[in-house]
């Protein structure tokens, strides 16, 4: 899979998405120019300066975001009337350095012979068309929730004090336990799709953020270089979110964890494995 089957031509010039909505949460993240293609459709990102670690890489639950977005907007826009679309499954694997990049750009196509119609893969570059991640979703389509409203938000999108980081931004508080790393969205109502749910990213980016605290406390100079999550139920917006994450592995080269997510003390929302590999210093 290259960069080369994902290139098209924008077909329309106008947004045709959240990403309009200043509010929302893909503006938010810097997630601009969401548009079709002739192949699928496209997104670039533009990175805050809160969504990079402290040696300045990308951090990788903030590209699972843009991943989300990116991969989930197609079957979005084919859902039935007075339906869902929901995903089940996102899977990131990012194999570019990100350490100096200030814009990506994501482009997603579905697989026209695939059986699964809800099977959506994409690839992120950097401005220079160089190979950053790649990325695949599977979705489901379920009838709209009875009642269910998409909980509007008046959150801050103003100017951020550069200091701000990830943790700031999304008001997470962390704690570690005997047995790994546990992180907190007091206020997951603020960090909502357009179904009124917890966004997937957001849970994600939540997953990604635990697991790298937990290799941290190893001692370990690792990177995030793989995440698949399975998505069970929906978060519901009204109970601080949860994310729970367990190293099976840590090693020098390479670490896994599994991180389990919940609204409040309920059943797990998410299940996601995160996989860290030793950095290896690039020359720019």
Same mark, same amino acid.
């Given at each position: 899979m290259t960069a080369a089957n994902f290139r098209g031509d924008v077909v329309r010039p106008e947004a045709w998405c959240?990403?309009?909505?200043?509010?929302?949460?893909?503006?938010?993240?810097?997630?601009?120019?969401?548009?079709?293609?002739?192949?699928?459709?496209?997104?670039?990102?533009?990175?805050?300066?809160?969504?990079?670690?402290?040696?300045?890489?990308?951090?990788?639950?903030?590209?699972?975001v843009l991943a989300d977005?990116?991969?989930?907007?197609?079957?979005?826009?084919?859902?039935?009337?007075?339906?869902w679309s929901l995903t089940t499954e996102l899977t990131l694997d990012i194999i570019g350095d990100t350490a100096h990049a200030s814009e990506l750009h994501a482009r997603a196509t579905q697989?026209?012979?695939?059986?699964?119609?809800?099977?959506?893969?994409?690839?992120?570059?950097? @401005?220079?068309?160089? &190979?950053? =991640?790649?990325g695949n979703t599977r979705t489901v389509y379920v009838p709209a929730a009875a009642g269910a409203v998409a909980i509007g938000v008046a959150p801050s999108i103003g100017r951020r004090d550069p200091v701000d980081t990830l943790e700031s931004v999304l008001g997470v508080i962390s704690t570690e336990t005997t047995h790994g790393v546990e992180l907190t969205m007091r206020d997951p109502g603020s960090w909502v799709n357009d179904f009124g749910i917890l966004h997937g990213g957001v849970a994600a980016c939540l997953s990604e953020m635990a697991a790298s605290q937990l290799f941290s406390r190893h001692g370990r100079a690792l990177t995030v270089s793989h995440m698949h999550g399975t998505y069970l139920r929906p978060a519901?917006?009204? @109970?601080?979110?949860? &994310?729970? =994450?367990?190293?099976?592995?840590?090693?020098?080269?390479?670490?896994?964890?599994?991180v389990v997510g919940r609204a409040g003390d309920g059943p797990p929302c998410t299940v996601m494995t995160v996989t860290a590999r030793r950095t290896v210093p690039t020359a720019h």
């Open positions: 959240l990403v309009a909505d200043a509010a929302s949460v893909e503006a938010r993240f810097g997630i601009r120019r969401c548009q079709p293609t002739e192949s699928g459709n496209y997104c670039a990102y533009t990175v805050p300066d809160w969504a990079r670690d402290t040696h300045g890489h990308l951090r990788s639950g903030a590209l699972m977005h990116v991969l989930g907007e197609l079957p979005y826009k084919a859902r039935g009337p007075s339906s697989i026209p012979s695939a059986a699964d119609k809800g099977f959506v893969q994409c690839v992120v570059t950097d @401005t220079d068309e160089r &190979v950053v =991640a790649v519901t917006p009204t @109970t601080p979110f949860v &994310v729970s =994450a367990r190293a099976h592995h840590v090693g020098k080269g390479f670490a896994v964890a599994e």
